[in-house]
C-alpha cells in the first residue's frame, strides 16, 4: 500500500473566542438537562434516559473542557509576552 502524501499544505488553525464558544457549550448542556429532569419518568417509560444522563455528560466534560481551554490561553499569552519581552530588550525592567 502506497504511503499518502498530502497535496499542499494544511491551513492554519482559526482562532476565536475558545474560552466563551466553550463556556457556552457547558451551559447549553447543563439547561438541556434541567430542563429534561422534570420529564425523567417519561424518558424511562421510553427506554430513552440516555437522553438526560448524556446531557448531564456533555455538563460534566464541558467543565474540564473549559479548564483546559484557560490554561491553554493563559499558557499562550503567557509565551507571546516572553517572545515580545525577547525580541524588545529595553522593555524588560532593570534595563
Known amino acids: ?24 457549550g457547558t451551559i447549553l448542556w447543563f439547561v438541556l438537562f434541567l430542563v429534561q429532569v422534570p420529564f425523567y419518568g417519561w424518558f424511562d417509560d421510553r427506554d430513552l434516559t440516555w437522553w438526560v444522563w448524556t446531557c448531564l455528560a456533555g455538563a460534566g466534560l464541558g467543565l474540564i473542557g473549559i479548564w483546559y481551554v484557560r490554561k491553554r490561553d493563559a499558557a499562550i499569552k503567557r509565551h507571546e509576552a516572553a517572545r515580545a519581552a525577547a525580541s524588545d530588550p529595553e522593555a524588560t525592567p532593570g534595563a
Open 1 to 24: 500500500m502506497a504511503k499518502w502524501t498530502p497535496k499542499h499544505e494544511a491551513p492554519e488553525p482559526l482562532e476565536g473566542p475558545v474560552v466563551a464558544t466553550i463556556t457556552g
